[in-house]
C-alpha cells in the first residue's frame, strides 16, 4: 500500500533574524545598595537588545552586571553581539534552544550576552505563538509570586526600620546585606535586629556576597544560632560555604558560586543547598534557567528566580519561568525594576501586597519605552526599532 508522503510544515510568517538593537541604559538605585567588598550598585549600566524578525516581530532581551559581582561586565555585551552576527542574522529563533546552542558553538562562554539575546528569542517565539511566554515554559503554575526585600548593608537599627517598612507593603521575606563594614558583631546585630523587627513568621536571611572568611561566617552564625535565619553565600567557594553550614547548623542559599548544572551538582552533594539563586545572567538566559529549575526540582532546594540587577525586561523574563514554577518550589522572585529607575517599560509588573504577577500580554507582555533607550550603541543588519 503506498503511504502519502509527511506535509512539511511550513511556518506563517518567516521569522527568520533580520536586524539587532543594542543600547546602554543607566540604572540608579532609589537608595543607596551597599554589599560586602566594597561592592554597591548606585548607578549600573543595564545593557538592552531588541532583535528584530523579518516578519516583524522585536523580541526584548536585557543584562546588566553589578561591577566586580560576576564575570560579566557591561561592556562585554555590544562587541560579543557583533561577534556573534554571523551566526544570527538570518537565524530561525523559534524554539530559542537551538539558536542559542549555535552561539555557544560559535563563542563558548559569555553566558551573560547570551542571557540577553536568548530572552529575546523566548520573547519573539511566545509572540509568534500569540501566547504569555510562561505558556511556553511550563504554564501558569501561580497566580502572583512572593518577593523578598533586599536590604543595604548600613547601620542595623536602620535595616530594621527599612524591614518594617517593607513588611508594612506586605513583604514576609527579607534578605539583609552583611559585611559591607568588615564588623562580625554588626553582622550579628543586624541578624538580630531585623528578625526581631519582622516578628517570628517571615523569613529573614543575611547575604555576604561571597565576601567572608569561613572563620567569621561561622562567629557570626554561632552567635545567631538561637536565631530563625538562613545564611547566603557567606564565603567565595562552595566548600567554605559547605563548612559554615555544618559548623552553624544554618540553612544555606547559594548563589554567585552556583551557576551551572556542575555547581548545582556539586553544592547539593556537599550538603550546603537549602536555597539557591537563580538568575538568568549568570546561567545563561531562559533556556538554561529552565534546565536549572528542572535539575533544582529534582535536587530539593527552594528556588529564587531572579536576575542580577536590571529593570522590566529582565523582571519580566524571570517571572514568567517563575510562575510556570511548582509554587511550592519557588521561595521568591524579585522585583529589580522596583528597585531602580528609569523604568523600561511602564506597564512592566510592579509589587502589590509583597507579591508579583507576570506580564499577561503575548511574548514578555512588556512595552519597552524607546525614548528611554537613548541612541543605540551598535546596529545590525536592518537595525529594530526607532523612536
Ligand atoms: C544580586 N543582588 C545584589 C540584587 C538582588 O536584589 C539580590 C542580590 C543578591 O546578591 O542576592
Ligand atoms: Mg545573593
Redesign the pocket.
Known sequence: MKTAAPATFRPAADHRIAGLTVWQVPLTAHTG?H?ASG?S?ETVESIVVAVTTASGLTGWGEVCP?PH?LPAYAGGVAPAVEELAPVLLGADPIGAEGLTARLDAWLPGHVYVKSALDIAFWDITAQAAGLPLYALLGGRRAADLPL?H?ITCIDPHEMARIAREAQAEGIAQF?A?LGADADWQADVARLRLVREAVGESPLVYG?W?CGATSLTATRVGRAVADLDVML??PCATIADCARVRAATGLAMKL??TVHDTASLLEAHERGCLDAV?L?LSKFGGLSALRRARDLCLYLGPMM?I?D??GSDIATAAALHLGAATDPNRVLNV?D?SG?VAPRLAPDGPVRRDGRIAPPEGPGLGVTVDLAVLGDPVLTLGEGGPTA
Open positions: 545598595y554589599m561592592k550598585c553589578i559581582y523578598y533586599s534578605q546585606k547575604d556576597n547566603e553565600q548563589d554567585e539563586a538568575k529564587c531572579e542580577t540587577w524579585c529589580l528597585y
